[in-house]
């Protein structure tokens, strides 16, 4: 166990952590006996007295004259004792200056003397000045696997495999024994991953919620096995200041599902937090609540109280706060309405909490009446929360002795309660003890069985292979990677003669266009994709744009003047479009009076890019265009007329005025 009188205050001396040439240190070690000095310290050396003499704190004026990166900070953090913390003296994100806090704290030294500044840490860190660095959760990662690499073997290697594996399952199983003794005893939750192989385990892996000196199990590597016990580390560096401030005592309202609500309120009926989260884990509802203070009861709206809830409860060991009846909604809607939500599951932990509150918020105004002045209100009610009296409370954060009735009628009043109390405790825990060992006998038994069937299954196995049977088995898998590649082919043959068809199928529409071209039944019509240059471009380069050819556009959109120039000089005998096209493309082809039509007028029957008209539609439509051209074209001969008589008309009067 670290020691809390034992402080070790470190500065760089020589070098930098990173030059080639490995850096070296003063060390002042600071005990109640008086300080001692060590000069030019390797790195590797100061490792090894922390170790003999583990130190409580490890305090420095800046943690980069250790390591000259994060990766190589983790690396020491992982050398040290459990227990031993690194201070940086001079703060956390914000430095300050080592010289002004020991002006602050009546100290002097000598800046150009490593030793003294080395001592000047120490003693700042005896007195809690400083930051703590962070660099782990408390959570902690153990991993048993093998020491020793199988390789390839002979004739035994099944067999030494089988040991291999059995011993790492033999470890697996004593590890988890203890996480789960520590899961009843302490609450203490963990998650498991296990890969089986040949024989027993091929490894496994713990994450337990819980800081490493919690945790009895030791990082070793014996015969076979070898297990790793490691910190989880965090996304990035943090600070802890060593003085903390003083943390609220809480009374936390859970409504657990999916999404999680909280309402976080005081001893004094405030709320401090409301929160709803979806997919949030116990270990991160934990952290959140922590981070605002101490909860003293984790409260509920149903009864019983949930597993989750109890979960949570127990990570703090606080006072579980179920009402005596589920809570309705109308009455949660009255309890959380004057602290506001946002949804219902924050409503309903507000309503939980405010619950409890009003049900104990006589029971805090007398505590607070009855306390002398200068003691801590919240701890006294803590305590009386717990099963305290007041008075006891009181003496036991003074540190008095209580002045109470006779020895013999506290015992008659007292003690049978308490020997309840912890009776109950002990059932409790050896009912929880029971429960997990029937499931491990139920496991065990399981596997057993598993194993019988195993072994009849490999015995009857071995008997096949001894009469001849693994030539036959062998033949046989031969036979089905042959089937399976007979499966391919005839998979890859289907989708060629369905891409056959589909080219027939083509070549046969191709012929009857053909056909009907050739007959006169119809008029062929060469298909270009857009009323484009591109596009008509394109059919010119393919298949020639003649005079007398009829094209059909698919899409309309694109075209202007410039394109209708292009067909008119082809001399296109008439254009089909899909859609409506631009309206100075439409004047173009008046002006040119070159026909076109819409294909719900002209229908065409096309493939790719060839296709026909049925002659009485199409000339029935050109007709139609010629008839209309004729009347615009006498029209405008007309307005024309028109105007030249008008305008003859009004020379006229001029002339008689």
């Given at each position: 166990?670290?020691?809390?009188?034992?402080?070790?205050?470190?500065?760089?001396?020589?070098?930098?952590?990173?030059?080639?040439?490995?850096?070296?240190?003063?060390?002042?070690?600071?005990?109640?006996?008086?300080?001692?000095?060590?000069?030019?310290?390797?790195?590797?050396?100061?490792?090894?007295?922390?170790?003999?003499?583990?130190?409580?704190?490890?305090?420095?004026?800046?943690?980069?004259?250790?390591?000259?990166?994060?990766?190589?900070?983790?690396?020491?953090?992982?050398?040290?004792?459990?227990?031993?913390?690194?201070?940086?003296?001079?703060?956390?994100?914000?430095?300050?200056?080592?010289?002004?806090?020991?002006?602050?704290?009546?100290?002097?030294?000598?800046?150009?003397?490593?030793?003294?500044?080395?001592?000047?840490?120490?003693?700042?860190a005896s007195m809690d000045v400083g930051a703590e660095v962070l660099l782990f959760e408390d959570k902690t990662f153990i991993k048993v696997?093998?020491?020793?690499?199988?390789?390839?073997?002979?004739?035994?290697?099944?067999?030494?495999?089988?040991?291999?594996?059995?011993?790492?399952?033999?470890?697996?199983?004593?590890?988890?024994?203890?996480?789960?003794?520590?899961?009843?005893?302490?609450?203490?939750?963990?998650?498991?991953?296990?890969?089986?192989?040949?024989?027993?385990?091929?490894?496994?892996?713990?994450?337990?919620?819980?800081?490493?000196?919690?945790?009895?199990?030791?990082?070793?590597?014996?015969?076979?096995?070898?297990?790793?016990?490691?910190?989880?580390?965090?996304?990035?560096?943090?600070?802890?200041?060593?003085?903390?401030?003083?943390?609220?005592?809480?009374?936390?309202?859970?409504?657990?599902?999916?999404?999680?609500?909280?309402?976080?309120?005081?001893?004094?009926?405030?709320?401090?937090?409301?929160?709803?989260?979806?997919?949030?884990?116990?270990?991160?509802?934990?952290?959140?609540?922590?981070?605002?203070?101490?909860?003293?009861?984790?409260?509920?709206?149903?009864?019983?109280?949930?597993?989750?809830?109890?979960?949570?409860?127990?990570?703090?060991?606080?006072?579980?706060?179920?009402?005596?009846?589920?809570?309705?909604?109308?009455?949660?809607?009255?309890?959380?309405?004057?602290?506001?939500?946002?949804?219902?599951?924050?409503?309903?932990?507000?309503?939980?909490?405010?619950?409890?509150?009003?049900?104990?918020?006589?029971?805090?105004?007398?505590?607070?009446?009855?306390?002398?002045?200068?003691?801590?209100?919240?701890?006294?009610?803590?305590?009386?929360?717990?099963?305290?009296?007041?008075?006891?409370?009181?003496?036991?954060?003074?540190?008095?002795?209580?002045?109470?009735?006779?020895?013999?009628?506290?015992?008659?009043?007292?003690?049978?309660?308490?020997?309840?109390?912890?009776?109950?405790?002990?059932?409790?825990?050896?009912?929880?003890?029971?429960?997990?060992?029937?499931?491990?006998?139920?496991?065990?038994?399981?596997?057993?069985?598993?194993?019988?069937?195993?072994?009849?299954?490999?015995?009857?196995?071995?008997?096949?292979?001894?009469?001849?049977?693994?030539?036959?088995?062998?033949?046989?898998?031969?036979?089905?990677?042959?089937?399976?590649?007979?499966?391919?082919?005839?998979?890859?043959?289907?989708?060629?003669?369905?891409?056959?068809?589909?080219?027939?199928?083509?070549?046969?529409?191709?012929?009857?266009?053909?056909?009907?071209?050739?007959?006169?039944?119809?008029?062929?019509?060469?298909?270009?994709?857009?009323?484009?240059?591109?596009?008509?471009?394109?059919?010119?380069?393919?298949?020639?744009?003649?005079?007398?050819?009829?094209?059909?556009?698919?899409?309309?959109?694109?075209?202007?003047?410039?394109?209708?120039?292009?067909?008119?000089?082809?001399?296109?005998?008439?254009?089909?479009?899909?859609?409506?096209i631009a309206h100075n493309a439409q004047e173009e082809f008046l002006e040119k009076d070159l026909p076109?039509?819409?294909?719900?007028?002209?229908?065409?029957?096309?493939?790719?890019?060839?296709?026909?008209?049925?002659?009485?539609?199409?000339?029935?439509?050109?007709?139609?265009?010629?008839?209309?051209?004729?009347?615009?074209?006498?029209?405008?001969?007309?307005?024309?007329?028109?105007?030249?008589?008008?305008?003859?008309?009004?020379?006229?009067?001029?002339?008689?005025?």
């Open positions: 166990m670290p020691s809390d009188k034992v402080i070790f205050g470190i500065d760089i001396a020589k070098g930098s952590p990173g030059a080639k040439q490995h850096p070296r240190y003063a060390v002042a070690i600071h005990t109640d006996s008086g300080v001692e000095h060590h000069r030019m310290v390797s790195l590797h050396k100061i490792i090894r007295m922390v170790w003999q003499q583990r130190p409580h704190i490890l305090a420095v004026d800046n943690i980069h004259e250790l390591t000259s990166g994060r990766r190589d900070l983790i690396a020491l953090m992982r050398k040290l004792p459990p227990g031993t913390r690194l201070v940086q003296v001079t703060g956390g994100e914000h430095l300050k200056s080592l010289t002004s806090l020991a002006h602050n704290h009546n100290l002097s030294f000598d800046r150009l003397d490593p030793n003294q500044e080395a001592q000047t840490c120490a003693i700042l696997s093998r020491a020793r690499s199988l390789g390839r073997g002979g004739w035994s290697q099944n067999r030494y495999r089988r040991k291999v594996h059995g011993h790492v399952r033999q470890k697996t199983r004593e590890i988890e024994d203890t996480l789960r003794t520590l899961n009843i005893e302490q609450g203490l939750n963990y998650s498991s991953s296990i890969v089986k192989g040949f024989g027993g385990y091929v490894r496994g892996e713990f994450l337990v919620d819980a800081h490493r000196s919690r945790i009895p199990v030791k990082q070793i590597k014996l015969g076979d096995v070898q297990v790793r016990v490691q910190d989880v580390e965090r996304d990035a560096i943090q600070f802890r200041t060593l003085k903390e401030k003083k943390r609220k005592t809480l009374i936390v309202g859970v409504d657990p599902g999916t999404t999680i609500g909280l309402g976080m309120l005081d001893l004094e009926g405030n709320l401090v937090k409301s929160h709803s989260g979806r997919g949030m884990s116990v270990p991160e509802v934990v952290e959140m609540i922590a981070r605002y203070g101490k909860p003293m009861i984790i409260a509920t709206d149903v009864r019983p109280i949930p597993g989750t809830v109890e979960k949570i409860r127990r990570s703090f060991n606080a006072i579980p706060g179920e009402p005596d009846e589920s809570l309705s909604s109308e009455y949660k809607i009255n309890l959380a309405r004057p602290y506001g939500y946002n949804n219902d599951h924050e409503r309903d932990a507000i309503a939980a909490s405010a619950h409890v509150f009003r049900r104990h918020k006589n029971k805090f105004e007398e505590i607070r009446k009855r306390i002398p002045s200068g003691i801590d209100a919240d701890e006294v009610i803590i305590r009386v929360m717990k099963g305290d009296t007041i008075d006891r409370a009181v003496a036991g954060l003074t540190g008095s002795k209580m002045v109470s009735k006779p020895e013999v009628e506290q015992s008659t009043d007292e003690e049978p309660d308490k020997v309840v109390r912890d009776l109950r405790k002990t059932v409790k825990r050896q009912h929880g003890t029971i429960n997990s060992l029937r499931t491990y006998l139920d496991e065990l038994k399981s596997e057993i069985t598993i194993k019988r069937h195993r072994i009849s299954a490999l015995d009857r196995k071995i008997k096949k292979l001894k009469s001849g049977v693994y030539a036959t088995l062998r033949r046989s898998k031969e036979m089905r990677i042959r089937a399976e590649k007979i499966r391919n082919q005839e998979h890859e043959l289907q989708n060629k003669n369905q891409l056959i068809g589909e080219l027939t199928e083509q070549v046969e529409d191709l012929k009857r266009l053909r056909n009907l071209e050739i007959s006169g039944r119809a008029i062929p019509v060469k298909v270009a994709s857009a009323f484009t240059k591109e596009a008509i471009a394109h059919v010119k380069e393919q298949y020639g744009i003649n005079a007398g050819d009829v094209l059909f556009f698919k899409d309309a959109s694109g075209g202007g003047t410039a394109t209708v120039d292009m067909l008119s000089l082809a001399g296109v005998r008439a254009v089909i479009f899909r859609g409506d076109f039509f819409d294909i719900r007028i002209v229908p065409v029957n096309y493939l790719d890019d060839m296709g026909v008209v049925d002659p009485d539609d199409f000339n029935t439509a050109l007709e139609r265009f010629k008839d209309e051209s004729e009347a615009r074209k006498q029209k405008e001969k007309e307005k024309l007329l028109r105007s030249l008589v008008d305008e003859y008309k009004s020379e006229r009067r001029r002339g008689i005025d």
